[in-house]
């Protein structure tokens, strides 16, 4: 599966037309519309109707772009989702393996009728109770479009378990790693949060976000989101190697060239171990590091493009 840049999103109601039309600015690797909690029970038909129309919108800024499904009407979002362009579908409170089943047969029947390769909208798999905890590895690997999966915290977690959300303590410890583990296992796009007290529930606190998605990355996670565009910049700051790191892995790469011409196992580096571990590890940067370049040129390029600018020329 192709590595995907996901390092922020941006969550927003649907039916807002002000969060919507400036979307494409925010500079997002994704931007997620919802269909599901932040809309209103008497306009949910009325924001299924728009799903189509800010695709385009999203897509203008080099995004890529999903929407957030409602649990209880899944053939009607979909229906209103599974157009050209659309990336992903999120399904929220996913609790079987069946129900994912379910959503891939949907999505399969309106890409059939809309003329979109059979395939290529994603599934996200979001897990946020008990039960779908337990059943996070049929879930996960119940459709091949499960891309992504992951979830075991946050408001509907924090209300299926009886817990506080904004404690001094990872009250999520288990659920989420949970979920962690299973998508690292079947080698899907996961979520993590490492564990930084937070009893505020601010949602556009720049420096912890930085702080927190410094921390993911160490811990081996690529992804984040947010509901506020405050946080966008920071968590693409904090997921992307900075430059010291990588010409760090390149000197660790460099090194291990020359401990294999040794034909020996490891050697060092100013006081560092160098094995095939760390090879791996620093190669892993590299890459990553790659794709976030490229990822970014490539927002740059489209966003340009959408306010009729000339595209910057290629470097050579």
Same mark, same amino acid.
């Given at each position: 599966?192709? &590595?995907?840049?996901?390092?922020?999103?941006?969550?927003?109601?649907? #039916? #807002?037309?002000?969060?919507?039309?400036?979307? !494409?600015?925010?500079?997002?690797?994704?931007?997620?519309?919802?269909?599901?909690?932040?809309?209103?029970?008497?306009?949910?038909?009325?924001?299924?109707?728009?799903?189509? %129309?800010? =695709?385009?919108?999203?897509?203008?800024?080099?995004?890529?772009?999903? *929407?957030?499904?409602?649990?209880?009407?899944?053939?009607?979002?979909?229906?209103?989702?599974? !157009?050209?362009?659309?990336?992903?579908?999120?399904?929220?409170?996913?609790? +079987?393996?069946?129900?994912?089943?379910?959503?891939?047969?949907?999505?399969?029947?309106?890409?059939? @009728? &809309?003329?979109?390769?059979?395939?290529?909208?994603?599934?996200?798999?979001?897990?946020?109770?008990?039960?779908?905890?337990? #059943?996070?590895?049929? =879930?996960?690997?119940?459709?091949?479009?499960?891309?992504?999966?992951?979830?075991?915290?946050?408001?509907?977690?924090?209300?299926?378990?009886?817990?506080?959300?904004? *404690?001094?303590?990872?009250?999520? *410890?288990?659920?989420?790693?949970?979920?962690?583990?299973?998508?690292?296992?079947?080698?899907?796009?996961?979520?993590?949060?490492?564990?930084?007290?937070?009893?505020?529930?601010?949602? +556009? $606190?720049?420096?912890?976000?930085?702080?927190?998605?410094?921390?993911?990355?160490?811990?081996?996670?690529?992804?984040?989101?947010?509901?506020?565009? #405050? *946080?966008?910049?920071?968590?693409?700051?904090?997921?992307?190697?900075?430059?010291?790191?990588? $010409?760090?892995?390149?000197?660790? @790469?460099?090194?291990?060239?020359?401990? %294999? &011409?040794?034909? $020996?196992?490891?050697?060092?580096?100013?006081? %560092?171990?160098?094995?095939?571990?760390?090879?791996?590890?620093?190669?892993?940067?590299? $890459?990553?590091?790659?794709?976030?370049?490229?990822?970014?040129?490539?927002?740059?390029?489209? &966003?340009?493009?959408?306010?009729?600018?000339?595209?910057?020329?290629?470097?050579?």
């Amino acid at each position: 599966m192709p &590595r995907r840049v996901r390092r922020s999103g941006l969550m927003m109601p649907i #039916n #807002n037309p002000r969060f919507v039309n400036n979307s !494409w600015r925010r500079n997002c690797d994704s931007l997620d519309f919802d269909l599901e909690d932040s809309v209103p029970q008497s306009q949910k038909e009325y924001a299924r109707s728009l799903v189509k %129309q800010v =695709i385009p919108i999203g897509l203008m800024g080099g995004a890529d772009v999903s *929407v957030r499904i409602n649990t209880a009407t899944p053939e009607a979002d979909i229906a209103a989702s599974a !157009w050209p362009g659309m990336g992903r579908i999120a399904h929220p409170k996913t609790e +079987s393996a069946q129900r994912i089943r379910e959503v891939d047969a949907l999505i399969t029947k309106y890409e059939r @009728l &809309r003329g979109i390769r059979v395939g290529a909208i994603e599934v996200t798999a979001m897990i946020e109770s008990a039960l779908g905890v337990s #059943n996070g590895y049929d =879930i996960a690997s119940a459709s091949p479009r499960v891309k992504a999966f992951g979830g075991g915290g946050g408001y509907d977690m924090s209300l299926d378990m009886g817990v506080d959300m904004f *404690v001094g303590f990872n009250q999520f *410890v288990y659920s989420a790693g949970e979920c962690e583990l299973v998508a690292r296992a079947l080698g899907k796009e996961f979520s993590i949060s490492v564990h930084m007290t937070d009893t505020s529930g601010s949602v +556009s $606190d720049a420096e912890a976000t930085y702080l927190r998605a410094v921390a993911n990355r160490k811990a081996g996670g690529r992804s984040g989101g947010g509901l506020h565009p #405050n *946080v966008v910049e920071p968590s693409n700051r904090g997921l992307t190697p900075p430059p010291e790191e990588v $010409d760090q892995a390149r000197r660790v @790469l460099s090194a291990y060239e020359e401990v %294999q &011409r040794r034909g $020996d196992a490891e050697g060092e580096l100013n006081g %560092q171990v160098i094995d095939a571990y760390e090879a791996a590890r620093a190669a892993e940067l590299i $890459d990553w590091s790659r794709l976030c370049a490229e990822k970014d040129a490539f927002k740059e390029q489209k &966003r340009r493009e959408a306010e009729g600018l000339q595209p910057q020329p290629t470097a050579r």
